[in-house]
């Protein structure tokens, strides 16, 4: 009777987990430019509008503007830059201000490339709203990505992982998120391209996680 009644518990503690759970899907829309200034530098900038609660609320408004430098036959690069975010609160708008650093590394095998790519980002929140216990908040992100490029064909595939390290509690780092994109790239010509993606967001290791899947669509023009 003791382990049926322990195995009923275990069960019940489980099942519990599960519930605490939220689960919803969302959409992601973007337009990005690129330009190259001189030889291995570019600049590039992108907004992005986010909905989730199953496409029916608009949660964010994203513009991103940064840098990178390629270096040692372009196997590296050194990316910096920063975001303007405006979230939808429902009853009030809210601004965020972001930087980061980044820092990857890409091996190409015949069709395939493999990267990794480590960044570093600080999010400073808006206080008129109400106080923030953390900020800014830092985290510390690593991102594993392959693709793979069809011979004489304007079409990429591509699969990323990539965890959260959060830094900005100084006596509890731990990872709170993992993100896992699928996605295809198509190149309309030599300045536009078109990708389309499914992004898991899900949270860890916190009270009540959220999982959020995303269906998104990217423009992307310049040279």
Known sequence: MKKIFLAILALLLALSSSFAQTHEAGGLFGVGFEQKIVKNFHFSTKGEFRFNQNFTHFNRFKLVGSFDYAFWKKRFKLTAGGSYLLYNQVDYWENRGRVFAALGY????????????????????????????????????????????????????????????????????????????????????????LDFFFRANNEVQVANPQNIYYIGISYTFGN
Do not use: M, W
């Open 106 to 193: 890409t091996q190409k095998i015949r069709q395939f490339a493999l990267s990794y790519r480590v960044r570093v980002q600080c999010t400073f929140y808006d206080e008129v709203h109400g106080h923030h216990k953390y900020n800014p908040k830092t985290y510390l992100r690593n991102r594993l990505q392959l693709e793979y490029k069809f011979i004489d064909k304007p079409v990429k595939l591509y699969a990323s992982g990539e965890f959260f390290l959060r830094l900005y509690k100084k006596s509890n780092y731990f990872i709170d998120e993992v993100r896992t994109i699928v996605g295809v790239s198509y190149k309309i010509d030599a300045k536009n391209s």
